[in-house]
Nanobody, 120 residues
Framework: QVQLVESGGGLVQAGGSLRLSCAASGNIFSIVSMGWHRQAPGKQRELVARITSGGGTNYADFVKGRATISRDNAKNTVYLQMNGLKPEDTAVYYC??????????????WGQGTQVTVSS
């Protein structure tokens, strides 16, 4: 079992910045990828950004140029720095992690979510 602990959400004014963190612990042989999704009320959960074990990154178009995802492999922690926040960025942000076992089986885990609210 793997546990994900998220932090860094909160209330921020439009144009402000936040840094989200997600630390993974537990039965981890290796982490395949870590990332963030978000879900606003009445909308589907969507990818925000993802980083692979090799350092490759993917960003949703709506955050390109405003967000940077990074990872501390030693701490099994992923960070999402978001700048220039907009009211439409308001959502619950979920950490998503894919881990691999010693037998090369992969498992997907979600964090409990952290609320980000951007006021206009």
């Amino acid at each position: 079992q793997v546990q994900l602990v998220e932090s860094g959400g909160g209330l921020v004014q439009a144009g402000g910045s936040l840094r989200l963190s997600c630390a993974a612990s537990g039965n981890i042989f290796s982490i395949v990828s870590m990332g963030w999704h978000r879900q606003a009320p009445g909308k589907q959960r969507e990818l925000v950004a993802r980083i692979t074990s090799g350092g490759g990154t993917n960003y949703a178009d709506f955050v390109k140029g405003r967000a940077t995802i990074s990872r501390d492999n030693a701490k099994n922690t992923v960070y999402l720095q978001m700048n220039g926040l907009k009211p439409e960025d308001t959502a619950v942000y979920y950490c998503r992690t894919v881990v691999s076992t010693t037998t090369a089986v992969t498992y997907l885990y979600w964090g409990q979510g952290t609320q980000v609210t951007v006021s206009s």
